[in-house]
């Protein structure tokens, strides 16, 4: 299956918010027809509708691909609009947190073929990151589809095992949220340094897209590039004795907010 069958044979998208939108902006950019696209969602955004795509229309018989992109909680009133989908012709593919391959196969059945995926909000830029895996009846061409439709919206990763999907959620999935409040604390720290909100903000926007986008691209590893912003006894290194404090520095507060990320996702799993 590739994405000819998908545009051949059509992609229903389960949940059309946040995660789903750029999902859908992204095959679609990428060619797939919006005629070969229906999205069931009961509050489909302007912009969706915007598209072309069938929205909340009967669905095609045996559609190559069926996305699930609705909450953890919204599960049990979402799935059953799917469930004539079910028993192996259609690849079921989900991006909720917390949502076990077992919890597809009992609403699909246990032959469905389902990849269970954890993207990231960059996603709507095309600069995502996605880790997947299939369960026992996702063959290696499922999982290969899985990771097109993934990959255009950015890179893609695949597990050994699912108990990493806590993890990873904890890190890429949620991740991106830490970094857009580490520009909120940055620009409130220059703030307190005295300068004008708005320029602050500008400043740690920045920074943080400059610097992100270079840790990406170098050959440098993170540890040798922030060295090389660290003057031997100059502004820098007294920044970092604050945040590398064993006890108070960032990574015992990242272990911390990630193992009660990872803790959530867990707990969501057992429903
Ligand atoms: N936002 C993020 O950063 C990420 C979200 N995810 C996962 O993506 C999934 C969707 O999250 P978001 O897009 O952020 O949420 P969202 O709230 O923006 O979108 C959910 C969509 O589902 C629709 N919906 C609600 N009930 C429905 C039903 N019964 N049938 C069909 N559609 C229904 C809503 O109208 C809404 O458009 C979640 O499972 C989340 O865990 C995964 C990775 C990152
Ligand atoms: O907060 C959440 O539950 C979702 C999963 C990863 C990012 N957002």
């Given at each position: 299956m590739d994405m000819d069958d998908v545009a051949r044979r059509g992609l229903v998208l389960l949940g059309c918010g946040k995660m789903g939108q750029a999902l859908l902006d992204g095959w679609l950019r990428g060619g797939l027809p919006a005629e070969s696209v229906w999205v069931i969602d009961p509050a489909p955004s302007d912009a969706v509708r915007a598209t072309g795509v069938h929205t909340n229309a009967g669905l095609p018989?045996?559609?190559?691909?069926?996305?699930?992109?609705?909450?953890?909680?919204?599960?049990?009133?979402?799935?059953?609009?799917?469930?004539?989908?079910?028993?192996?012709?259609?690849?079921?593919?989900?991006?909720?947190?917390?949502?076990?391959?077992?919890?597809?196969?009992?609403?699909?059945?246990?032959?469905?073929?389902?990849?269970?995926?954890?993207?990231?909000?960059?996603?709507?830029?095309?600069?995502?990151?996605?880790?997947?895996?299939?369960?026992?009846?996702?063959?290696?061409?499922?999982?290969a589809l899985a990771e097109v439709l993934m990959r255009a919206v950015g890179q893609t990763v695949v597990l050994q095992d699912e108990a990493q999907m806590d993890a990873v959620t904890a890190l890429s999935g949620s991740g991106p949220a830490y970094v857009f409040h580490l520009i909120e604390a940055m620009a409130q720290a220059g703030t307190a340094q005295g300068l004008p909100a708005d320029l602050a903000l500008a400043l740690a926007r920045a920074t943080v897209g400059g610097a992100g986008q270079l840790a990406e691209d170098s050959t440098d590893d993170p540890a040798q590039l922030r060295r090389n912003v660290t003057s031997p006894n100059g502004t820098t290194a007294a920044a970092l004795d604050v945040l590398m404090d064993e006890a108070s520095g960032f990574p015992a507060l990242l272990q911390r907010a990630m193992a009660a990320a990872a803790d959530r996702s867990r707990e969501l799993s057992r429903g």
């Open positions: 018989e045996s559609p190559a691909v069926a996305v699930v992109a609705v909450k953890p909680q919204m599960m049990g009133d979402a799935l059953p609009a799917m469930t004539a989908l079910g028993g192996g012709a259609t690849l079921f593919v989900s991006v909720a947190a917390g949502t076990p391959l077992a919890r597809f196969a009992a609403a699909f059945g246990d032959a469905t073929p389902v990849v269970r995926t954890m993207p990231n909000t960059p996603a709507a830029i095309g600069r995502g990151i996605t880790a997947l895996i299939g369960n026992v009846p996702a063959t290696g061409d499922h999982l």
